[in-house]
């Protein structure tokens, strides 16, 4: 036996946990954002990524962290994941950068901070979007008068 084939199978069951636990939130939140597996290489978000469904101003990223340095290796596992809660800043002249509101790392046997972190931002979230809605901010139809009824 491999003498990193125990730590293999611990990574390899703590990713998945993470991943499901990533989607139940995804599914818990359904209506008010959106989630999303991306590569941060191309991206620079993270590899999950959560949205607001109809704002595209902030999101909370996740990017998996690997020890070692060969990135050749499609079979390596995370160690840790970073997590950032970002929300777009407008400079003077009018264009905007993603800034940082929160961020933090969690180590493998500690993913689950990464999942209560996820599921704050998309509460907070869902309770923007219900009060946006609430007073009719957001989704044009601020001045339309109610549809007819049947």
Do not use: C
């Amino acid at each position: 036996m491999n003498q990193s084939e125990p730590d293999d199978e611990r990574l390899t069951a703590t990713m998945s946990a993470l991943d499901d636990g990533l989607n139940q939130i995804a599914r818990k939140y359904d209506g008010s954002v959106l989630f999303f597996y991306e590569d941060p290489e191309t991206f620079g978000a993270g590899h999950f990524v959560f949205y607001p469904e109809n704002d595209a101003r902030s999101r909370f990223a996740i990017e998996e962290q690997y020890t070692g340095s060969d990135w050749s290796d499609d079979e390596r596992l995370p160690t840790s994941w970073t997590w950032t809660a970002e929300r777009r800043v407008r400079h003077p002249d009018g264009t905007t950068v993603w800034g940082i509101e929160r961020e933090g790392e969690a180590r493998a046997e500690d993913f689950r901070q990464v999942l209560a972190e996820a599921e704050k931002w998309a509460r907070r979230t869902q309770n923007r979007t219900a009060s946006s809605n609430q007073f009719g901010i957001g989704h044009g139809h601020r001045n339309e008068p109610p549809a007819p009824r049947l």
